[in-house]
């Protein structure tokens, strides 16, 4: 019974091991001796066995850390995790070749040679991407924040590990590659909160009632749509100017990309009501005094300007 038993065994062994054996070898080969490199069917089954199990256990993963994030955060963690991944089966994949008795070193020689090359091809590439990195995780940029960078005024609309998209004030869309974030300096409007200050300068004439202007400008600028109740519009007497007074009218919106319109309607409006109360809009100008003067030998004629 026992022979019998040891029989099977080795039938066993021997033909359906062995068979699956020499299938699993079949494939190409490459080079003699140590140097000898085959790709076989062994190889390609462990190596996509170790893709599926790794996939599983990247989205995992991926659904473990975003399971508590709101959508912002999680559309930035998405985008960085892309590149995660690819690193991930990279290194997977040159593990299963090594454990497989592949030899790598002239692939990973080959390897590093390219990637010197495509990291000086690609420096602003990779410079994008680690200001992508830096924006997701400094959290210096969310979608729907105002900013202001190059002279342009815009709101961010998406963020990607590459570039930033926002659209200006005039509806065009602005595609900002990211290390622009790092090398320039740019306004975040609503960084803290969406409130901002801004103010409209006005300019009256010498010997007009000031305090009848600080009242124009605040009734005016209080009934404004956009402009917010509180905190209250106020006026600063800024300074006595070289041909006018200068006054500045301050107030509070929340919407700065808005803020061209507001003012504009304001201006409009301040106009209006400076005309209707007999105040009129100074400009520059230059007064001439000319004078003779006599001398023994002749008469000079001098004139001088005083603006």
């Not at 002279?151 to 990607?160: F, G, L, N, S, T």
């Not at 803290?192 to 000031?210: A, L």
């Not at 006018?244 to 808005?258: K, M, R, T, W």
């Not at 504009?264 to 809009?281: C, G, P, Q, T, V």
Request: with cysteine; hydrophobic share 45%; proline share 3%.
């Amino acid at each position: 019974m026992n022979n019998k038993v040891t029989k099977i065994e080795a039938v066993v062994k021997e033909d359906i091991l062995g068979t699956i054996k020499r299938f699993l070898d079949l494939g190409f080969y490459f080079g003699e001796g140590d140097n000898q490199v085959g790709v076989t069917i062994g190889l390609l089954l462990l190596l996509i066995v170790s893709y599926i199990i790794t996939h599983f256990a990247l989205k995992i993963t991926r659904s473990l850390i975003t399971r508590q994030m709101d959508s912002t955060d999680k559309q930035k963690f998405i985008s960085l995790f892309k590149y995660i991944k690819a690193a991930v089966y990279i290194i997977v994949f040159f593990t299963v070749l090594s454990l497989a008795n592949f030899n790598i070193t002239p692939i990973l020689a080959a390897s590093a040679a390219l990637l010197v090359g495509l990291g000086l091809a690609l420096k602003e590439l990779f410079q994008d991407i680690i200001g992508g990195i830096y924006i997701i995780m400094d959290k210096s940029l969310l979608i729907g924040d105002i900013i202001k960078i190059e002279d342009k005024v815009c709101r961010i609309i998406e963020i990607k590990l590459r570039s930033t998209r926002a659209i200006t004030r005039d509806d065009k869309i602005l595609i900002i590659p990211n290390h622009k974030f790092l090398i320039n300096t740019f306004k975040n409007y609503t960084q803290n909160h969406t409130t901002t200050r801004e103010f409209i300068k006005v300019r009256i004439p010498f010997g007009s009632d000031t305090r009848l202007v600080e009242r124009i400008l605040i009734e005016t600028v209080s009934t404004q749509k956009g402009v917010l109740k509180n905190p209250k519009p106020f006026v600063f007497f800024n300074e006595f100017g070289e041909w006018a007074l200068e006054f500045g009218v301050y107030f509070f919106i929340n919407d700065s990309f808005s803020e061209p319109k507001i003012k504009s309607e304001l201006r409009f409006k301040i106009d209006a009501k400076l005309r209707e109360n007999k105040i009129a809009i100074p400009y520059p100008q230059s007064d001439i005094h000319m004078f003779a003067r006599t001398t023994s030998n002749n008469k000079d004629l001098k004139i001088s300007s005083e603006e």
